[in-house]
């Protein structure tokens, strides 16, 4: 069975700095997709990015951007340039490609950016 | 495009209570997801739909969960009778077809705060 492991529950991070969240996941399969998704305060489930197991590049969505390490199965999300409004939850996301109905979540890593 | 739609956004009902909620697609997605989110259990999913059939529902909880997809548009997640127990944030999602660009992303709906006292 797979899992997705998010070991840091609360992290911090000054406005404008870097911050970067981490990931684990376990799977026996070769093929999968991996997601990044934002839950703020009022709740709503929001893509932030997504990877291709397949894809050596790692993805990047403007401020952005994911360390994909297939071997070790790790999967970072980086935020550079941290704003206010990045203050969510954030949860990584497994998918298998041979079973694309289920995507399976970590447990989540709440963020607060300060001012 | 509207996104997922849901309704009711918040729902306080009594135990023993019926509760129906409902989820409105992204228009040409072919996938349709029901979550269950709580502190205790996360993000959990309950049943999906592919072409308004159901796939896999081993993550309904019970015999009083039932879902249903009438049409590609429309679907219902139902619980008779209601418990406190299953006082949760419910989310609907939707994805496209496996072949179409960001095939397999789910987007998802804002969510139904249910509260059963």
């Known amino acids: 069975a797979q899992t997705v492991t998010q070991s840091q529950p609360e992290m911090s991070v000054q406005e404008a700095e870097t911050v970067t969240l981490s990931c684990t996941y376990d799977t026996s399969e070769n093929n999968y997709y991996l997601f990044w998704y934002k839950q703020p305060p009022s709740r709503q489930m929001i893509l932030v990015i997504r990877?291709?197991?397949?894809?050596?590049q790692n993805a990047t969505e403007n401020r952005f951007s994911v360390n994909f390490q297939k071997a070790a199965k790790s999967f970072s999300l980086k935020i550079s340039d941290s704003q206010l409004g990045d203050t969510a939850m954030y949860f990584c996301?497994?998918?298998?490609?041979?079973?694309?109905?289920?995507?399976?979540f970590g447990q989540g890593t709440t963020l607060q950016v300060k001012p | 495009d509207a996104g997922v739609i849901q309704s009711p956004r918040h729902e306080v009902t009594e135990m023993g209570q019926e509760v129906t909620l409902r989820c409105k697609p992204i228009?040409?997605?072919?996938?349709l997801f029901w979550y269950r989110q709580t502190m205790m259990r996360g993000l959990e999913l309950l049943i999906y739909f592919n072409n308004n059939v159901p796939i896999d529902d081993s993550g309904m909880p019970e015999d009083r969960f039932s879902a249903k997809m009438p049409n590609a548009s429309f679907s219902t997640l139902k619980i008779q009778p209601s418990e406190p127990r299953d006082s949760a944030v419910y989310f609907c999602?939707?994805?496209?077809?496996?072949?179409?660009?960001?095939?397999?992303?789910?987007?998802f709906g804002p969510g139904t705060r249910l509260t059963v006292l």
């Open positions: 999602a939707s994805s496209s077809p496996p072949n179409a660009g960001g095939a397999d992303t789910q987007y």
């Open positions: 990877q291709e197991a397949y894809k050596q």
């Open positions: 996301a497994f998918m298998n490609v041979r079973n694309t109905g289920k995507l399976i």
């Open positions: 228009s040409g997605h072919d996938y």
